[in-house]
């Protein structure tokens, strides 16, 4: 048996062994053969194994048999591999987790079925959620096809879920500036924190996860660089002279000079601000402004303000660090006013 919460626990360090014995954590407990290289990683999920040099018979068995919780921290481990984002093994880990408890038959057992019935369990979870749960199931049972562990995949006989259409997330100005005001000026740093969201569209995690080496604040040519989803860095323009004003004052009232941009000070330890407590404080200031807002809405009433504004899908895509435009598509959301205004744009050159 294994959890998300265990499996989290990696280090990233890799150890060359020449015996192993898993642990129960990684699945079933065997001893590796005598001359056999085992190569173990913990890479920021469950520990794995592979394999170089003869395999004798007993050690193909061996594999065969491997229990599913053993199987599944493979297949987690292979997506550390291949560079899928943290929330996504994250994800996964979660939701595959809970179908080892609930399912404890070996993997060529699995049937269309027994899958219904998991999916059954869910049904009070939102369609996003269940979807991304079928998502975790077909992506792993799709691996283990692809490792010759099963002969079909019995995902491909169950009914998807169909997450409803996204509903318009973005929030007006004058209800931002209502919950910015209801920050005290003793807190400059949640200040700035909360302002750059609005003003940037970063995501909350990638604003907390500014360092001063990050900024270049260079007059008239202001920059930041952001590490986003995917390990891509993208460089942002900070054009808003509030934001500007507000890091260099910051940075003189504070003396960092290198190091996480905004830290925790509790104790006066200074370590990077974890994201539970700085949407605790933002949730604080909403209810103090009487306007329910999420931290993750403030980056679509950003790019919505950017498409209102006239500024190109292209430019907003790479503000926003997104891979798709569809995906910028769904944050922004244009007014009736700027569509009507450039219907009547497009009529005028017509001349018609």
Avoid at 136 to 157: H, K, N, V
Avoid at 226 to 245: E, F, H, S, W, Y
Avoid at 254 to 283: D, V
């Amino acid at each position: 048996m294994f959890s998300p919460a265990s499996a989290y626990a990696g280090t990233g360090e890799a150890v060359f062994l020449w015996e192993l014995s898993l642990s129960q954590e990684c699945g079933a407990a065997s001893r590796i053969t005598t001359g056999e290289r085992v190569y173990l990683e913990r890479a920021d999920s469950y520990c794995y194994r592979r394999k170089w040099g003869r395999h004798d018979h007993r050690a193909s068995q061996r594999a065969r048999d491997r229990s599913l919780a053993a199987l599944i921290a493979d297949f987690l481990a292979d997506l550390a591999q291949s560079n899928r984002s943290a929330h996504t093994r994250r994800a996964y880990a979660t939701d595959l987790a809970l179908f080892a408890s609930f399912y404890t038959g070996p993997i060529d057992g699995i049937t269309a079925d027994a899958l219904r019935a998991f999916c059954a369990t869910r049904v009070h979870l939102s369609p996003a959620s269940r979807a991304r749960t079928q998502a975790a199931l077909a992506s792993f049972l799709g691996w283990a096809y692809r490792q010759e562990r099963i002969d079909t995949t019995p995902m491909a006989r169950v009914e998807r879920v169909r997450p409803d259409p996204p509903k318009p997330r973005g929030l007006k100005r004058d209800q931002i500036e209502r919950i910015l005001a209801t920050i005290p000026a003793t807190e400059p740093r949640d200040h700035l924190l909360f302002r750059l969201i609005v003003e940037t569209g970063l995501r909350a995690g990638e604003a907390l996860g500014l360092y001063v080496e990050d900024l270049d604040l260079t007059h008239d040519d202001e920059h930041i660089s952001v590490l986003g989803k995917g390990n891509q860095r993208r460089t942002i323009l900070l054009d808003d002279a509030r934001v500007v004003k507000g890091l260099r004052a910051y940075l003189k009232r504070t003396g960092y000079r290198y190091g996480p941009l905004f830290r925790a000070e509790k104790n006066g330890r200074g370590g990077p601000l974890r994201y539970q407590s700085a949407q605790e404080r933002w949730q604080r200031y909403c209810e103090r402004a009487g306007v329910a807002c999420t931290l993750h809405q403030l980056r679509h009433a950003h790019a919505t303000e950017l498409v209102n504004d006239g500024v190109s899908l292209a430019t907003i895509r790479k503000r926003l660090g997104h891979k798709n435009l569809q995906t910028t598509l769904r944050y922004a959301e244009q007014s009736d006013a700027t569509a009507d205004a450039e219907l009547r744009a497009w009529r005028r050159r017509c001349g018609r």
